[in-house]
């Protein structure tokens, strides 16, 4: 029989540890660590059973098409927008990702950057370290309460949930917008759904987007919805950096339509240095001092959530090759077709 192959074939150096502890010593793992699907032979693609994906590289129709042998591929994270779903489906290959891993860090971050920029914590370090003539309690300019003040989340799954109960802890209001929650789950949360994107832009002092990338959120946060925003609201992206219009936020931020913003991610990651945003803000231009954080697509990120995610992927993948149903099956209707 076969020795089976699981490759991961972006992201992950050797040893893959993690995953020979799930997979044991019966199964042959590779880790090309490619920067594009093209540094991967032909032949690894057809022989390969499994693939545990990052998200570096995109499995669009004609990579699925060489995979011969794959049973299953598993996105080693949340979003599999790099994933062609319905070429995996018409092939056969269940698409599965791992919705649960991080969902407590990611809110962690989220919540983070609300705090470093409401509360001023960023402006004053900064401050305080340019000169000791900074030393005062009001040198990270205005600053208003937390405790009822509204955060607005867009997009109430598992991360949004959890960034809502954080919110709670801080005497803030909720609201949300995510026309797929069924009915009561704003009751049983004890926050207030928003009908209209509109409404929640309005009286937001916060908003935290917490929603897949699809066709429907990519460049939904362009400048028809930056003006429909609360003047001097905040806002954070731990989500995907595709759903903001980099340059419409621009706009917003100079005008101060937007008030601060902390970003985790980027439509092209790293950035790119000549963006007008990413070039004032790394030569702390004075419009945009203190008002702009980024994280690099690190929101997920400790050590306990970075084994649980391949721990939980790996796992995903041993049931689809045991001929086990999978948890988080995510193209379905096109297998079933």
């Known amino acids: ?34 920067l594009h699907t093209s540094e991967i032979s032909d ?6 059973d499994a693939i545990l994906a990052w998200h570096e590289l995109q499995f669009t129709a004609d990579v699925i098409a060489k995979l011969e042998r794959c049973q299953v591929i598993v996105r080693v994270g949340v979003g599999f927008d790099n994933v062609d779903l319905e070429a995996a489906g018409r092939q056969g290959i269940m698409v599965c990702n791992i919705p649960d891993y991080g969902t407590a860090d990611v809110a962690d971050h989220a919540i983070g950057l609300m705090l470093a ?62 026309p797929y929650i069924p009915d009561g789950q704003d009751k049983a949360l004890g926050v207030t759904r928003c009908y209209e994107l509109a409404d929640l832009l309005a009286q937001a ?12 959120t990519r ?10 925003l609360k003047p001097g609201a ?23 339509q937007v008030g601060a913003a902390g970003l985790d991610v980027l439509p092209q990651e790293p950035p790119d240095p000549d963006h007008p945003l990413i070039r004032a803000w790394r030569a702390r231009e004075s419009w945009i001092a203190y008002r702009l ?3 690099p697509h690190a929101a997920f990120y400790c050590e306990e959530a970075y084994r649980e995610m391949r721990m939980k992927a790996a796992l995903e993948a041993k049931r689809v090759l045991a001929g086990q149903k999978p948890r988080n099956c995510v193209n379905e209707a096109w297998l079933q077709n």
């Not at 074939?9 to 019966?26: K, M």
């Not at 990270?140 to 709670?168: F, V």
């Not at 002092?205 to 429907?216: Q, R």
């Open 1 to 34: 029989m076969k020795q089976p192959i699981v490759l991961i074939p972006d992201r992950l150096r050797p040893p893959a540890d993690v995953e020979q502890e799930v997979f044991g010593p019966e199964v042959r793992i590779l880790t090309p660590c490619a």
């Open 234 to 256: 905040i806002f954070i992206n731990t989500a995907r950096g595709a759903i903001v219009d980099l340059d419409a936020l621009t706009e917003a931020l100079r005008s101060g």
């Open 117 to 178: 920029l409401a509360r001023g914590i960023y402006a004053f370090s900064e401050q305080v370290r340019a000169s000791n003539d900074n030393w005062h309690w009001n040198a990270a300019g205005t600053l208003h309460r937390l405790a009822d003040a509204t955060l607005g989340i867009i997009g109430l799954g598992r991360i949004g949930t959890a960034t809502a109960l954080r919110a709670k802890a801080f005497g803030m209001r909720v609201v949300f917008y995510d």
């Open 219 to 228: 460049g939904m946060a362009n400048a028809a919805f930056f003006s429909m």
């Open 293 to 295: 954080i980024i994280t």
């Open 205 to 216: 002092d916060v908003v935290s987007i917490h929603t897949p990338l699809t066709s429907e």
């Open 43 to 48: 032949e690894v693609w057809a022989s390969v």
